[in-house]
């Protein structure tokens, strides 16, 4: 995958665009995005799975501004939503509801509703109360509704804790030993039709073995329903393929496509994948201005104007992002260790600790690589910091496609004064 990023004349560039210029427009903290990059991604895991009956369904949870589902969507992806708000974005951005699958462990009544009313592709339930809710809802409306059991296949996907999704002790999923059971209690319901099964075992994965485990579980499970007369035509995958953050090489989407081939490619089903962070991860930057330099007792302090409320990864699952300055480093700069800490009254919110870095000065702009994924999705306004803006760049142009909050959109929902 060839970096959208590069030093042109000293300045660096995404896509043709200098940051300097971005900076100067939409101020800082920004997040930036290279749509030559997310469209490359896209196609290259399209061709990595050519041939077979795949569908990719965009996880919006990991970028969900519409600008880059509707990219995606132009691109002829699905969405994969996990909310009532998710689906809003989805058909918003001009997604078919067909193409739209909905999952989650907590689905309320009300967002049920609001997905069946839309006519959404597939719900994927996680439990059976869900499964009964679903039932309940659909029948109100006089509708069938399109369902998915998510089976947990008890398999360590080996990423950070926190982003382990298929193992027994997670909340995710239903034991895939209780696979019978459902499609038995569903064939005993009107409203809805289940004939498809999903996985998902954790995001990150910077290995693909666990898909091997999970997808041969998962082909076990589809042969065993057959046996038992239960119609099985549709398996979504997940998502979870990893990203580089550091340089390292990621994993291979051409292993990931043989998996799949190997594992459940003659099982005569749809098959579709649900990739976030593989999609947008990379090609995502954060960009936040020095504010001051602090020299402490023991380290260098670059205090910049992005935090913890805008990228919150770091202080959350300890992730490193590389992180570059916009003005070229002179050749052989060794750098020295810094912490990059943002404004908050937190000791946790620091971007990067430990990091050796170059000499930067008040006024000088950084940028922190692989901000595309899980970045502005997950900022908030704490400390009563504005969201900040999201930039989409195309070429040699760039438009913002989510402009800075203001204080006053930031204080509008508040009537405590009345
Ligand atoms: N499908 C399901 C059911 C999921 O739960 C997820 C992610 C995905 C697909 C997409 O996974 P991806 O391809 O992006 O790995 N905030 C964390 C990541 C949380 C992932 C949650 N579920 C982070 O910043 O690393």
Known sequence: ?????????????????????????????????????MTARYRALETALEGLPVSIYYAIKANSNLA?????????AGVDVVSGGELARGLRAGVPADKIV???????????????ESGI?????????????????????????????RVNPDVDAKTHAKITTGRKENKFGIDIARATEMFELAATLDNVSLTSMSVHIGSQLMDVTPYRDAYARLRGATLALRQAGHVVDHLDLGGG???????????????????VKETVGDLDCRLSIEPGRYLVGNEGYFLTKVLFVKHGAERRFV???????????????????????????????????????????????????????????????IVLKSAGAYGAVMSSNYNSRPLAPEVMVEGDSFRTVRRRQTFDEMLALEEGLA
């Open 241 to 259: 393929i990893g990203v580089s953050y550091d340089g390292s090489a990621p994993p291979d989407i051409a292993d990931y496509a043989d998996i």
């Open 303 to 365: 205090i910049v104007d992005g935090a913890m409320n805008d990228l919150i990864r770091p202080t959350l699952y300890e992730a490193h992002h590389d992180i570059v300055t916009v003005a070229e480093a002179a050749a052989g700069e060794a750098g020295s260790l810094a912490d990059i800490v943002g404004p908050i009254c937190e000791s946790g919110d620091y971007l990067a600790r430990g990091r050796i870095f170059g000499d930067v000065g008040e006024g000088a702009l």
């Open 68 to 76: 880059v589902i509707k990219l995606f969507g132009d691109l002829g």
């Open 102 to 116: 909905f999952a989650g462990v907590g689905k309320t009544e009300e967002e049920i509703a609001f997905a069946l």
């Open 121 to 149: 592709h597939q719900f994927n339930v996680e439990s059976e109360p869900e499964l009964r809710l679903l039932n309940r809802v659909a029948a109100s409306k006089g509708v069938v509704a399109p369902a998915a059991i």
């Open 1 to 37: 995958m060839s970096e959208q990023v590069s030093y042109r004349d000293g300045a660096l560039h995404v896509e043709q665009v200098p940051f300097a210029r971005i900076a100067k427009e939409v101020g800082t903290p920004a997040f930036v995005y290279s749509s030559a990059g």
